[in-house]
Nanobody
């Protein structure tokens, strides 16, 4: 089992940058694929990016390619989401989630962190 805590959200102007962190507790962090999801007001939650347990495989949704980067430091049990060139449409609550050994079932979720991009 793993517990996840997100941090780093906030208010930023369009074109700015933020870095979110997802800190995990528990052993064998490398056994978990980690994804970042987001949910904007009135919209369904969507997956934004994911990274496999040892970082060998990543997924990016088209809307963030070239602007967002996901990385992980298994020694620190932390996954990072670097967000550059932010747009107002990136405004959402961002959640990190964990899937054991890449099963695709994200059973563990953080509480979310708010990202607001002003125009």
């Amino acid at each position: 089992q793993v517990q996840l805590v997100e941090s780093g959200g906030g208010l930023v102007q369009a074109g700015g940058s933020l870095r979110l962190s997802c800190a995990a507790s528990g052993r064998t962090f490398g056994d978990y694929t980690i994804a970042w999801y987001r949910q904007a007001p009135g919209k369904e939650r969507e997956i934004v990016l994911s990274i496999s347990g040892y970082g060998g495989s990543t997924y990016y949704t088209d809307s963030v390619k070239g602007r967002f980067t996901i990385s992980r430091d298994n020694a620190k049990n932390t996954v990072y989401l670097q967000m550059n060139a932010l747009k107002p449409e990136d405004t959402a609550v961002y959640y990190c989630a964990a899937s054991y050994r890449g099963t695709g079932r994200y059973a563990y979720w953080g509480q979310g962190t708010q990202v607001t991009v002003s125009s």
